[in-house]
Nanobody
Framework: QEQLVESGGGLVQPGGSLRLSCAASGFDLEYYQIGWFRQAPGKEREGVSGINGRDGTTNYVDSVKGRFTISRDNAKNTVYLQMNNLKPEDTALYYC?????????????????WGQGTQVTVSA
């Protein structure tokens, strides 16, 4: 019943942009921390960005600061990740997840609900 669905991934050239969407159903995202995570083949799952559903505070991993922006639309129960100036190292399967209000980006195991993932490939 609780579900997150990601969309918006695709193939883009270096320097290009994508906007990922994370639509929640069965629960209200405003009561959760929503995080974006990514995982490349052979790599650990990495926290990318998060937004607090209560107050809208945001955080980012250093490698995406200044390039990515997380936002929310509570009326649509949806969180977005705007990704600009994409680099090949951004290539990964991107997941959104819902966790406790105080969840950070370091510990994916804290998150309760996960989407199916959307693939982002940055290549010339």
């Amino acid at each position: 019943q609780e579900q997150l669905v990601e969309s918006g991934g695709g193939l883009v050239q270096p320097g290009g942009s994508l906007r990922l969407s994370c639509a929640a159903s069965g629960f209200d995202l405003e009561y959760y921390q929503i995080g974006w995570f990514r995982q490349a083949p052979g790599k650990e799952r990495e926290g990318v960005s998060g937004i607090n559903g209560r107050d809208g505070t945001t955080n980012y991993v250093d490698s995406v600061k200044g390039r990515f922006t997380i936002s929310r639309d509570n009326a649509k129960n949806t969180v977005y990740l705007q990704m600009n100036n994409l680099k090949p190292e951004d290539t990964a399967l991107y997941y959104c997840a819902a966790g406790p209000p105080n969840a950070g980006l370091r510990w994916p195991s804290e998150y309760l609900y996960w989407g199916q993932g959307t693939q982002v490939t940055v290549s010339a």
